[in-house]
C-alpha cells in the first residue's frame, strides 16, 4: 500500500495551502487518515486526523485553521490549511491506517512534503 501525497509549498503568513493524499494498493478497508509534521529540530506531531465517519482530531495550534476532509471512495484525505503562521513550517507526512485482504492492520506513512510559510 503506497500513500502519495500531493500539494505544499511556499505560503505568505495568512495564506492558504491545499494538501492531498491518496492511498492506493491491497487495501479491504481503509481506517483512520491524518496528517503530521516535523519542524527542523523537533518531534513529529500529529496536525489532523479524521476517521471513515468524519470524526475529526485537530493539534490546538491548529484547531480553526486547518479543516481536513476524506473522500472514502477515493481514498483520499485532504486537510485545507488557512491563515498559516511561520510556525507552520514543517515537513507534513500523511498516515493512513488499514487492513488488507488477510485482515491484517498496517499504517503506513507516505513521503513528506514541504510547507514553508514566510513573506
Known amino acids: 500500500v503506497q500513500l502519495q501525497a500531493f500539494g505544499g509549498g511556499l505560503a505568505q503568513p495568512g495564506g492558504s495551502l491545499g494538501l492531498s493524499c491518496v492511498a492506493s494498493?491491497?487495501?479491504?478497508?481503509?481506517?483512520?487518515m491524518g496528517w503530521y509534521r516535523q519542524a527542523p529540530g523537533k518531534q513529529r506531531e500529529l496536525v489532523a486526523a479524521i476517521t471513515t465517519v468524519g470524526s475529526t482530531n485537530y493539534a490546538d495550534s491548529v484547531k480553526d485553521r486547518f479543516t481536513i476532509s476524506r473522500d472514502n471512495a477515493k481514498n483520499t484525505v485532504y486537510p485545507q490549511m488557512n491563515s498559516l503562521k511561520p510556525e507552520d513550517t514543517a515537513v507534513y507526512y500523511c498516515?493512513?491506517?488499514?487492513?488488507?485482504?488477510?485482515?491484517?492492520?498496517?499504517?503506513?506513512w507516505g513521503q513528506g512534503t514541504q510547507v514553508t510559510v514566510s513573506s
Open positions: 498516515n493512513a491506517d488499514y487492513t488488507n485482504y488477510s485482515g491484517n492492520k498496517y499504517s503506513n
Open positions: 494498493g491491497s487495501i479491504f478497508r481503509l481506517d483512520a
